[in-house]
């Protein structure tokens, strides 16, 4: 029986098609990436919930649309987050459980000075990076190697409002400082720089930060007749005083520090809030920012991406954290899953266009934001932030 030409290549076709089908069926499937780890400690409930819910949400909302993309270089982000309630020694365990149990190659947060100062030691020791939420200088001053931060410093706070007060003719000040780790900082650098700008501290009083009655401090402060108010805390306390100077009909411009730049604090305030002074990032006035300016498109994207998810308006605290994320991300495409390398990488980053500012970090500078760059003058009017600086 002879065969032809066409049916020798129809039978060779077919052999081919079969043994490739059985070959196919028995190689192996390529095995997914194994997730990067990330940890994340924030204060979610209690009195700072203000802070930690912004931060939670902004941070899984970004590692949400980084893994729609894919992830980094095939990796997932696979996030584990706790809630410190904004105490100390649950944020200590908290970081321990996501070094020694979770096994995590970095960690966002704390949401505050004082808890991430309690938990500092316990990323050097254990060597993991760590980007810190809250505000305090100290976190990053001096230099330490493992630790960097995504807010602005209360030394560029105090910086930035005594500037805009000295150019408003004041010459006698007095401060209002709550208790607690991000207060002693603020109340530091209040004292120590008054005279870089000519102004006479005449009354330091402090509150607690449950306090709810702040007018024995107020009255004492009035008598005094200084030429503006500076409190230092975040919410409640300085909604609290707000209010209790608008009771007692103290006139004396007040200042705020950019730990109550967010609604939750006009809220809190009410009619009292209008005419404070204060420094806030860009985020609070980015519908007035010129199309120019080199945070407008981040900032833009962050706030319809994140009211979208939530059905809420968004605050800078939530920004800490998304720029904390952000920086990790760009570490890890390059270093991998190395904790050391990844550090390496965060210390190199230059130039990233976050919701705080434009970081520049640097083996010196382990916070990289600029009081020119991260902060503007704003006023409370009518319920609403307006530009003044």
């Known amino acids: 029986m002879s065969i032809n030409r066409t049916s020798l290549i129809q039978i060779w076709t077919v052999l081919y098609l079969a043994a490739a089908l059985v070959l196919s069926g028995c190689a192996k499937k390529e095995e997914p990436k194994v997730p990067f780890k990330i940890g994340g400690i924030f204060a979610i409930t209690g009195p ?19 893994n729609e993309k894919g992830g980094i270089n095939g990796h997932a982000i696979d996030l584990v987050i706790y809630d410190t309630e904004g105490d100390a020694t649950k944020a200590v365990l908290n970081a321990t459980k996501l070094i020694e149990k979770d096994n995590v190659l970095a960690i966002v947060g704390p949401s505050r000075s004082g808890t991430t100062l309690a938990v500092v030691p316990i990323v050097e020791k254990a060597q993991v990076p760590l980007l810190s939420c809250a505000a305090s200088v100290k976190i990053t001053t ?14 560029m706070a105090v910086a930035k409002i005594y500037e805009y007060m000295k150019a408003q003719g004041i010459k006698t000040i007095a401060i209002l400082t709550v208790g607690n780790a991000f207060g002693d900082s603020g109340r530091q650098q209040l004292i120590q ?13 402090r509150f607690g930060p449950k306090d709810t009655d702040m007018t024995p401090q107020l009255t004492k402060i009035r ?11 975040t919410n409640p306390g300085p909604a609290v005083v707000a209010k209790n100077m608008r009771q007692l009909g103290i006139r004396i411009p007040l200042y705020q520090s950019h730990g109550v730049a967010s609604k939750k604090f006009i809220e809190l305030a009410g009619e009292a809030a209008n005419g404070i002074v204060l420094p806030t990032g860009k985020i609070s006035v980015t519908k007035n920012l010129p199309d120019s300016d080199p945070q407008k498109a981040t900032l833009m994207k962050y706030i319809t991406d994140y009211e979208a998810k939530y059905n809420s308006a968004v605050s800078g605290f939530g920004g800490y954290a998304w720029d904390g994320l952000q920086i990790l991300a760009q570490a890890l495409e390059k270093a991998g899953n190395d904790r050391a390398k990844i550090r390496d990488e965060i210390e190199k980053l230059t130039n990233y266009v ?11 500078d382990h916070n990289g934001l600029t009081k020119e760059e991260a902060f503007v003058m704003v006023k409370i009017a009518n319920g609403d932030w307006q530009v003044i600086q």
Do not use: H
């Not at 720089?193 to 009083?205: C, H, L, S, T």
């Not at 200084?226 to 409190?231: E, K, L, S």
């Open 142 to 155: 001096p230099v330490k190697k493992w630790v960097f931060k995504t807010p602005q410093t209360d030394v």
């Open 354 to 364: 976050g919701v705080s500012g434009i970081f520049r970090f640097s083996p010196q």
């Open 48 to 66: 700072a919930s203000f802070l930690g819910e912004p931060e939670r949400n902004s941070m899984e909302l970004l590692a949400e649309q980084i």
């Open 223 to 233: 008598s005094l007749r200084p030429g503006a108010i500076v409190c230092w805390g």
């Open 193 to 205: 720089q008054a005279p870089d700008y000519g102004f006479q501290v005449v009354a330091d009083e």
